[in-house]
């Protein structure tokens, strides 16, 4: 009964990989986001979509792509993994935008 | 932009109260948050506050909301060693679309 879920929860990889991480909600929320969170504890948002549609794009690098095949889907793939992007991401949901986020258990990934 | 601002720890010891800050700057924003973040895991939604609201309570969680000085806090009664976690205040962003997270408190509670 799990409400938001990604997997995988831990993830190693070497510089240069591709990997994606998936996520789902079953809450029947329209709005999904992606969230990296830093060694420092700080949150950013990458992305959000609203009904499969793509409604926030941060400043983030082209090698990260977020895709949407459904509402209660949001995966993120990551092209030429680098050294910088080992984070906690986290996927979340809400009823719509703007409105309280609830989020998955977070995706660790460390690239070496 | 928007800025969300905590300071980063605070200890106390078992039974007493916490008093965790957030200061905000949106003054639009209809609901402001509180999340925990135990380690290992993802943010959990503790409580909310309705910004035409002064005050929340909640249990052992009282939330005060100062719009004037854009300050809220978050007071923990009879803090117990499981509530050492990362707490979050949020924001709704400008736009509406999404929540903007402060930088986390680190709250460490000594037996």
């Given at each position: 009964d799990t409400a938001v879920s990604q997997t995988p929860k831990y993830l190693v990889t070497q510089m240069g990989n591709d990997k994606s991480i998936k996520c789902e909600q079953n809450l029947g929320h329209d709005t999904m986001y992606w969230y990296k969170q830093d060694s420092k504890k700080f949150l950013k948002i990458m992305f959000s979509y609203n009904n499969k549609e793509l409604i926030i794009n941060e400043t983030v690098p082209n090698r990260f792509s977020p895709k949407s095949p459904d509402k209660a889907h949001l995966n993120l793939h990551i092209n030429?993994?680098?050294?910088?992007?080992?984070a906690v991401y986290f996927c979340a949901s809400s009823t719509?935008?703007?409105t309280e986020a609830f989020f998955g258990q977070g995706t660790r990934l460390t690239v070496v | 932009g928007e800025d969300v601002e905590q300071s980063l720890f605070l200890s106390v010891r078992e039974g007493d109260s916490s008093v965790i800050n957030c200061t905000y700057t949106?003054?639009?924003?209809t609901y402001l948050y509180w999340y925990k973040q135990e380690p290992g895991a993802g943010l959990q939604l503790l409580t909310y506050i309705f910004s035409n609201m002064d005050m929340k309570q909640d249990q052992r969680l009282t939330v005060l909301l100062n719009k004037k000085d854009k300050h809220l806090s978050l007071r923990i009664a009879d803090t117990q060693t499981g509530d050492s976690a990362i707490y979050f205040c949020a924001e709704v962003n400008n736009a509406g679309n999404m929540l903007t997270f402060g930088g986390g408190t680190r709250l460490m509670v000594k037996p």
């Open positions: 030429s993994l680098e050294l910088g992007d080992s719509r935008q703007g | 949106d003054s639009s924003s």
